[in-house]
């Protein structure tokens, strides 16, 4: 019998780590993307254990070694005095206890890598796709250059402004939040004065929050700056902030934090937007994946992993049951969709919590971080011990 032919549709990371995982179980994978070349735009993100076994599992540890960023702890801060509320371990405490590290990684880093393990024959720039047709057993993918790919599945990973997901299920209908974000990657050489541990330190404020950590190998700090009631409404990750409009906003906070915006060589906003759970994920012999069916707020730092999550799912699905593919792809959706809607709640929680104005819930939320916190190892295992491949997971 043939091998099960599967169109990738997006070469991001959920789409190219979806395409490695169906790969190695045996299935004809073609990944079609539509930018010129493969590659992340952005900064920083975060690949907890969940993820970094299933990476590990495909034969990337040592790429990820060389490229990403192991940190000690996660450091939930005051916004005035530095003070730490929490520090929760990330390093060996964690690759202990859950068989996998934690990774900080620059997303041109990782879609790098991940591009690199694909077989280049396998792997389509500038496929801009324009339809989608189901016929019998197959679907046919068309593209905006004329070409076309007939398949026996199709995967939409094609991120958050996803043309599989207005395809097959309409319109989406975002939300802006109020919430507007800054980044910037400074360079090790400017910020070595501020003596920055190796971890993620999250400063909460009022009315906002900073989040920084270093990546691409300790050579850059990654830092995103948060703040409600923002007018800008784009969600695009390429628009050109100001600098001087951060530094504004964040002109009483710690001198760690502006220090690290001072040394901004440039800024990129963009508009968070939050978007109801989908009720469906699949239809016939299309499913979708990632960002592309549930985008999260980044407050809890799982979008990428669960994007890889998803397609180590959706590959030991198919082995199993390979011969029933609108079965598989339901099976699929059905164990894949409470836990992430789950992650979005919380991601939507944090957004408040991270947020709050000084004084008695702020006080609640500290006085709790500070006596167990959220993030210990019991706490945080619900997340980091599930393993989204493994067979047991699928059968359960």
């Known amino acids: 019998m043939r091998a099960l032919r599967v169109s990738v549709v997006g070469g991001g990371i959920g789409g190219l780590s979806a395409a490695l995982a169906l790969l190695k179980a045996g299935f004809d994978v073609q990944v079609y ?145 109020g919430c507007v974000a800054w980044r910037g990657l400074v360079p090790a050489d400017r910020i070595a004065h501020l003596e920055i541990e190796v971890a993620s330190h999250n400063w909460m404020g009022p009315g906002g929050h900073c989040v920084h950590y270093w990546v691409s190998a300790k050579r850059l700090m990654n830092v995103v700056c948060i703040v409600e009631q923002g007018t800008w409404q784009s969600e695009s990750w390429t628009d050109k902030g100001n600098v001087a409009d951060v530094m504004a906003r964040y002109d009483d906070w710690h001198p760690t934090v502006r220090g690290l915006i001072q040394a901004f060589p440039e800024t990129f906003i963009w508009a968070l937007h939050d978007r109801a759970p989908l009720p469906a994920w699949t239809q016939g012999r299309v499913a979708l994946l990632g960002d592309a069916c549930h985008p999260m707020l980044p407050m809890m730092a799982q979008g990428a992993a669960q994007a890889i999550e998803d397609g180590a799912t959706l590959a030991a699905i198919l082995a199993i049951m390979k011969d029933d593919v609108p079965a598989a792809l339901h099976r699929y959706e059905e164990l894949r969709k409470p836990r992430a809607t789950r992650l979005q709640e919380a991601s939507a929680v944090n957004r408040v919590r991270f947020h709050l104005p000084d004084g008695p819930d702020q006080q609640a939320r500290d006085a709790a971080m500070t006596n167990g916190g959220d993030r210990s190892l019991d706490n945080i295992a619900w997340l980091y011990d599930h393993d989204a491949g493994a067979p047991s997971s699928v059968l359960s």
């Open 33 to 177: 993307e539509q930018a010129p070349r493969f590659g992340e735009i952005g900064a920083g993100l975060q690949i907890s254990p969940n993820a970094s076994r299933l990476l590990h599992r495909l034969g990337l540890r040592d790429s990820m070694e060389r490229w990403g960023v192991r940190p000690l702890a996660v450091h939930q801060k005051r916004w005035d005095d530095g003070r730490t509320l929490q520090r929760a371990p990330l390093g060996p405490e964690v690759e202990q206890r859950f068989g996998a590290p934690y990774y900080h990684f620059h997303r041109g880093d990782l879609a790098f890598l991940l591009a690199e393990a694909m077989p280049q024959d396998r792997a389509h720039a500038g496929h801009r796709l324009v339809d989608i047709e189901e016929k019998g057993d197959c679907v046919v993918a068309r593209f905006e250059n004329g070409a076309s790919a007939e398949a026996d599945l199709l995967i939409g990973a094609d991120g958050i402004h996803s043309r599989v997901r207005h395809l097959t299920f309409g319109p989406e209908k975002p939300r802006f939040t």
